[in-house]
């Protein structure tokens, strides 16, 4: 009866170490997160690889046009803005950027979710107090697109924008709000932490 016993608790703790094994291969990473978002056609992005490189450590202010006014009332707009500047505060840091603390920022960092219909990249960049785009890149953004851009304010230049659709759910709870702010900044921005993937 022992023998069976001794035999059933080894079979038992085999089985949860494959069942951990198994849960711990099966969490994706961010990067995975990312890429089956946009495999699966829940988030579009456009974004452009930086003009010139992020000079790093160096510091930024948010632009003061920086706004979510969403139209959709199925939505907090001050809770979806406090997603965003979370998720925007962390992928920065990750970059080596920090908040200016009195001095002029070397970086001005924007954003803004369209809430209306026919909004164009161009009137987003001017909503948000940044240099226009290129002539030939203005196009129209569907309503709930998060628009970010990076300007060096000293020389009144926009070296960096990128757009994302399907960052914000209105069928979603909260914590999913806050996943979905997260992954769509990070989507957005890993175009900066590697050129390459742009």
């Not at 069976?4 to 997160?33: K, M, N, P, Y």
């Not at 240099?131 to 129209?140: F, L, Q, Y």
């Not at 300007?151 to 960096?160: F, H, I, Q, V």
């Given at each position: 009866?022992?023998?069976?016993?001794?035999?059933?608790?080894?079979?038992?703790?085999?089985?949860?170490?494959?069942?951990?094994?198994?849960?711990?291969?099966?969490?994706?990473?961010?990067?995975?997160?990312?890429?089956?978002?946009?495999?699966?056609?829940?988030?579009?992005?456009?974004?452009?690889?930086?003009?010139?490189?992020?000079?790093?450590?160096?510091?930024?202010?948010?632009?003061?046009?920086?706004?979510?006014?969403?139209?959709?009332?199925?939505?907090?707009?001050?809770?979806?803005?406090?997603?965003?500047?979370?998720?925007?505060?962390?992928?920065?840091?990750?970059?080596?950027?920090?908040?200016?603390?009195?001095?002029?920022?070397?970086?001005?960092?924007?954003?803004?979710?369209t809430a209306n219909e026919?909004?164009?990249?161009?009137?987003?960049?001017?909503?948000?107090?940044?240099?226009?785009?290129?002539?030939?890149?203005?196009?129209?953004?569907?309503?709930?697109?998060?628009i970010l851009a990076i300007?060096?304010?000293?020389?009144?230049?926009?070296?960096?924008k990128g757009s994302i659709?399907?960052?914000?759910?209105?069928?979603?709870?909260?914590?999913?709000?806050?996943?979905?702010?997260?992954?769509?900044?990070?989507?957005?921005?890993?175009?900066?932490?590697?050129?390459?993937?742009?």
């Open positions: 009866m022992s023998g069976r016993l001794g035999w059933a608790r080894a079979w038992r703790s085999t089985a949860l170490i494959g069942v951990a094994w198994l849960t711990a291969s099966c969490v994706l990473s961010e990067d995975q997160r990312i890429d089956q978002e946009l495999a699966q056609g829940r988030f579009e992005v456009h974004a452009d690889a930086p003009a010139v490189p992020l000079k790093t450590p160096a510091t930024f202010a948010y632009a003061q046009g920086s706004t979510v006014h969403l139209a959709d009332n199925r939505f907090d707009s001050f809770e979806i803005e406090g997603l965003l500047r979370s998720a925007l505060a962390r992928r920065l840091r990750d970059l080596q950027l920090t908040a200016a603390s009195g001095a002029a920022p070397d970086y001005l960092v924007g954003y803004l979710v026919g909004a164009m990249v161009a009137e987003a960049m001017s909503t948000i107090g940044m240099p226009p785009p290129k002539a030939g890149e203005d196009r129209e953004l569907p309503v709930g697109t998060l300007s060096e304010p000293r020389a009144n230049r926009l070296l960096w659709v399907g960052a914000i759910d209105p069928e979603s709870g909260p914590e999913r709000r806050q996943e979905r702010a997260d992954l769509a900044v990070a989507a957005l921005l890993r175009v900066l932490a590697d050129p390459a993937d742009g």
